[in-house]
Structure formats: C-alpha cells, structure tokens
C-alpha cells in the first residue's frame, strides 16, 4: 500500500481512467464551459495540448429568455402620434402576448451575482435600467401580477366637424374692399344689415326678405353698421362723420348725431350709450337720452380708429387704431387705462370673451398677422398665435369657448380656433379676396362673411348651445347663390 494519503477527488471516473486524462476548456463566458474527454493515448494527449494545434470550439451561447430581463431593451420608446390615446393599452397587450404575463415584475437578483435562475446585471444590457414611475415599464402602471392595468384607457373624443363649404351665398354688389370699416352686422331679431355704397340693405334671415333700409345720396356712403343689442335700432356711420340711427322695424330714422371730422369708420353700442370711432383720431360716446350730439371724447390714438368693442358687462372699451396701438377704457376716465403696443400693424379685429371676464382678443394687420389674448385687469400678454395672414375680424362663440377669425392678406382664409389651446378646429376657404366682414347668429351657430369679392357667404361653424353637436352641412343647395338687392 502506498505510505502517500490520496487526495480525494470530486470527480466519478470510469474505470481504467484517471484526472491526468481529463482536461477542461474554459471559454470566454464565465457562465458555460465545456467538458473534453481525451483518449488515454499519448499522443492524443500530446496534440490537444499542443499550443500549435488548438482546439474550436463551434457551440453557440443561448441565454434563457424568461431570465432576461427583457424590460431593460427599450422596445417602445415614444408612442405613435397616429394611435394617440390607445398607445398605451395596446403596448400593454402587445408586451403581455410576447413577453407573457410576467412582464414587468422582474426582480434585481440578491447581491448582484449572475446565473440561470439569477442573471447578471448586465447581460444583454442595452440602456440603463430605470424603475421610476416615469417608465413605460415600470411595475406601476403594468402592475406585478399582470401585464395589463385594471384601468379602462379612455378614448380620445373625435374632433368636431365642420362644413368647409358656405350652406347659402349672397350677392352684395358694391360691397367695398377697404379694411377699416365695418359694413355688415347680424342683430338679435335674426335681421342682417350690410352696407352697400349709399344704401343699408335688411335681409331678414328666417324668410330671407330684402329690404332697403335708407339711401344717403350721391354726396355720402355708409362707412359702418352696428345693431342695439335689442335689435330693434341699428346705427349707421357716414363718410361725411355723421351718425345716424333708425328704427329698423319702421324704416324710420330717429335722430342724426355730429361731431366727426370725416368718416365714421366703426361703431359699438352698450346697453345704454353708443361709441363712434373716425379718422379724425377720435372716439365719442352718444346718448340718446340727451340733446347734445355727444356727451364725452375719448383722445388716445394717433391715426384711424377701426376697431370698437364694450365688454359684455359694459365697464371697459377696448378700441384699436391704425397706430398699431390697443387701447382699453372704462366708463369713468377719459384716458386709456391700458396701452398695449405689441402689435405691429393696425388693430381692427377685437373680442371679448363671454366666458371668462377680462379676457380679450385682439389681432392684427398685414405686418403682424398674430392674434394675441390679454388680461385686462394686469395688462399681461396671456398668449399669441401667429395666423400668417392679415387679421380682420374675431367673434367668440357664446356655445363654446372657441373663437372664429377671418383673414386678408395672402390667404383670405377663415380659421375657427379652440381656446386656450389655441388648436385649429377648422379653417375654410371660399372667398377670392380679403375676409373683412363677420357677424354672428343670434343663436351662435352660423356665421356670415363678406368680402371684396361682393359675396355674403354663410358658414355653419359652431355647435348649439344645447346639444353641443355639428350643425349638418346642408349638401347640393349650399350652391345656390341669391342677391341682396
């Protein structure tokens, strides 16, 4: 017996084998070896070890797929603009049908050491593993025990529709092409008036009945239009600077006010007093209640003014001029409570909103092109969009809190706008030249726009104040076309 002990070996040898026969490759994967038995020969022994001769290996590694951590691959990064709102629970159904339903509720392996059962932290690592809330993976929106959330996704709600072609057309022959005044506006009684070089025309909506208002001869025209809101009496400025106001039941005028210098371009009535806006620079207040032409001149713009609105409460004026300037005033001070010179054309187009107070609308000329939004208690700027095209008009709806603009140069486009996020809801196209005018329904739906083009085109753009649905289109007919006078 040998006097040496033997050390024990771990290894079950076959018979007529010994541990010098046995030789282990290691490769470069710490995880896999591979087991070469060698021929108790010596020279098969002397040729695997030969480092002249070495051996290849051609096996290939495959890592189990349920010990991945398949979540670390960033398969989706950003959802797709086209399924917006449905991305996320079909992302979700489509990583529980290729990953399964355990997706998601891998755990970091204890003490950071590799393995089948217990992969390394970095195997196929192809960015940085982020279990935060804000990861479109993480286990608090799929959940641990499933690979789909217990949430309902909610649906997007579609965008409304509207009509891009007008449902009725007018003629309005001499209906003139000049940005600063404003010749058509659309009373409570549901009767639109437009003027047409000397004359006002009443078009009397629910039976579509033309009549001539008055002629103001060869020596005048009518530069302005404006109804009470009672839509009883409507208001007309002259190029010679008068402001005349008739009856429009009767047809009967009621009284002629001066004090004008030349043509009252625009005109705003509250629920008392009414304002008349010239070239001249100037605005005055008139009461009818009083004998006097006017009872208060409001100076602050240094050029035309063209754009006049009261607030829906009657306590501030907004007006805009050709100076480029926004001014608002109240009803106890003769000078501008608020000069706003952000623009950089002329300011025609004005809004207040009838669903938040002190907010309003103003847009501007060919060389500023942007409509802005401010608060009128501060003064501050709220937000800006630029149209690319000349502002003309603006109406906010009373069903929705949307706004309408139309638009000159270069576009002649109609835009209808959601507010406050300034998204486009609709914009038409119709007219072949400059969208001067706009008036609104009395029951909010329809508008009317007029143009250089000697067209009146009416379009259905807002919802009722009800059933908050699309006015149908009102197909063929919507090209017919009739005259004004």
Not at 153 to 159: F, G, I, R
Not at 199 to 226: E, F, H, I, M
Not at 331 to 340: A, G, K, N, Y
Not at 421 to 428: E, F, I, N, Y
Request: proline fraction near 5%; charged fraction near 20%.
């Amino acid at each position: 017996m040998d006097s040496t002990p033997r050390r024990k070996s771990g290894l079950n040898l076959p018979s007529g084998m010994n541990e010098t026969s046995l030789r282990l490759e290691t490769f470069s994967s710490s995880s896999s070896f591979r087991a070469v038995t060698c021929v108790s020969s010596p020279r098969a022994i002397s040729s695997l070890s030969s480092p002249s001769k070495t051996s290849s290996c051609s096996d290939r590694f495959i890592p189990c797929r349920s010990s991945s951590r398949l979540q670390t691959f960033g398969l989706i990064e950003k959802g797709s603009p086209v399924k917006e709102g449905g991305n996320e629970a079909y992302a979700r159904l489509l990583k529980s049908e290729l990953f399964g339903s355990d997706f998601g509720s891998f755990s970091s392996p204890a003490g950071g050491q590799g393995g089948l059962g217990s992969p390394s932290k970095n195997m196929l690592r192809f960015k940085t593993d982020h279990s935060g809330p804000n990861s479109p993976y993480s286990p608090s929106i799929l959940g641990h025990d499933s690979g789909i959330s217990s949430e309902p996704s909610t649906t997007p709600k579609p965008p409304r529709k509207v009509p891009k072609t007008p449902h009725k057309v007018l003629d309005a022959p001499s209906l003139q092409d000049d940005f600063y005044l404003n010749l058509v506006d659309w009373s409570s009684q549901n009767v639109l008036a437009v003027g047409l070089g000397t004359c006002v025309y009443l078009w009397t909506a629910s039976n579509s009945k033309v009549t001539r208002l008055c002629d103001l001869g060869p020596n005048d025209s009518v530069c302005s239009v404006q109804w009470t809101r009672e839509g009883s009496y409507i208001s007309i400025g002259t190029h010679l600077g008068q402001v005349q106001v008739w009856d429009g039941t009767q047809c009967k005028r009621v009284r002629t006010m001066g004090g004008h210098q030349t043509r009252t371009s625009v005109l705003a009535w509250n629920s008392r007093t009414l304002a008349s806006g010239s070239r001249d620079r100037n605005i005055l207040q008139h009461d009818l209640r009083v004998s006097s032409d006017h009872v208060s001149k409001l100076i602050g713009h240094k050029s035309e003014v063209c754009g006049l609105k009261w607030s829906h409460d009657d306590r501030e004026l907004a007006s805009g001029g050709n100076d480029n300037q926004l001014l608002v005033w109240n009803q106890h001070s003769q000078l501008p409570v608020l000069t706003l010179t952000e623009h950089t054309a002329a300011v025609k187009a004005i809004a207040w909103s009838p669903h938040q107070s002190g907010l309003l609308a103003s847009g501007g000329g060919t060389a500023d092109r942007c409509i802005r939004f401010w608060n009128t208690t501060n003064g501050h700027q709220l937000n800006h969009v630029d149209t690319g095209s000349q502002v003309c008009n603006l109406a906010w709806s009373k069903n929705v809190n949307e706004l309408v603009s139309t638009h000159g140069y270069s576009q002649n486009q109609i835009m209808v706008w959601k507010y406050p996020s300034l998204s486009k809801v609709a914009t038409l196209v119709g007219h072949s030249m400059r969208v001067l005018y706009l008036a609104m329904s009395p029951d909010g739906q329809t508008i009317v726009t007029g143009a250089g083009d000697e067209t009146l085109r009416f379009w259905n753009v807002f919802p009722s104040m009800k059933t908050q649905t699309p006015v149908k289109d009102t197909g063929l007919w919507s090209l017919g076309r009739t005259q004004i006078r």
